[in-house]
Antibody, heavy 117, light 110 residues
Framework: QVQLRESGPGLVKPSETLSLTCAVFGGSTNSYYWTWIRQPPGKGLEWIGY???????SLHPSLKSRVTISLDTSKNQFSLKLSSVTAADTAVYFC???????????WGQGILVTVSS | QSVLTQPPSASGTPGQGVSIFCSGSSSNTGRNSVTWYQHLPGTAPKLLIYSSNRRPSGVPDRFSGSKSGTSASLAISGLQSEDEADYYCAAWDDSLNGWVFGGGTKVTVL
């Protein structure tokens, strides 16, 4: 049973970089698309992007200039960096395993990141 | 504003059925299959339906999905109290070259 778990700081200052890691348990990162999705408070889900098991990356156009997603197969984890954050980046951030363009399964339970000074 | 449109809420009494609709466009739901997720806040979202109408193993057959044109629907029959959750539709968007989601529908079991 594959499980994903997000970790990282829950509070980030405006203009700084948000950094999150998603650890993968019970499975390998040597296949699938490893994905980040977020949900601002009271709003719907937003796809941020993925890193494929090959290392190739695809990002949401609106976030592309600020986002880095990387994969560390040796540690069985992948990471998200979002630079120059503002209050609009406050959200619950989820990581998920993806089979594109079919599904995300499983998901992590999410981590709330608040951008505030 | 979410790319896919869902009603914000739906409700039914135990044992009843409820349907949730998801409307998109030619670049997403019109061209690609739809996926549905169940989410209880504070927990990991759960895959309910993929390829518009297929259920992963372990998902009760009370949940069913369908798609026609640019619209899709999720039907829940025989509502149970544990079905009270938020439900999201999603689809790959060929114009965005990424996934788009609905705003979510909160299902309440009265």
């Amino acid at each position: 049973q594959v499980q994903l778990r997000e970790s990282g700081p829950g509070l980030v200052k405006p203009s700084e970089t948000l950094s999150l890691t998603c650890a993968v348990f019970g499975g390998s990162t040597n296949s699938y698309y490893w994905t980040w999705i977020r949900q601002p408070p009271g709003k719907g889900l937003e796809w941020i992007g993925y890193v494929k098991f090959t290392g190739s990356v695809s990002l949401h156009p609106s976030l592309k200039s600020r986002v880095t997603i990387s994969l560390d197969t040796s540690k069985n984890q992948f990471s998200l960096k979002l630079s120059s954050v503002t209050a609009a980046d406050t959200a619950v951030y989820f990581c998920a395993r993806g089979l594109y363009p079919v599904w995300f399964d499983p998901w992590g339970q999410g981590i709330l990141v608040t951008v505030s000074s | 504003q979410s790319v896919l449109t869902q009603p914000p809420s739906a409700s039914g009494t135990p044992g009843q059925g409820v349907s949730i609709f998801c409307s998109g466009s030619s670049s997403n739901t019109g061209r690609n299959s739809v996926t549905w997720y169940q989410h209880l806040p504070g927990t990991a979202p759960k895959l309910l339906i993929y390829s518009s109408n297929r259920r992963p193993s372990g998902v009760p057959d009370r949940f069913s999905g369908s798609k026609s044109g640019t619209s899709a629907s999720l039907a829940i029959s025989g509502l149970q109290s544990e079905d009270e959750a938020d439900y999201y539709c999603a689809a790959w968007d060929d114009s965005l070259n990424g996934w788009v989601f609905g705003g979510g529908t909160k299902v309440t079991v009265l």
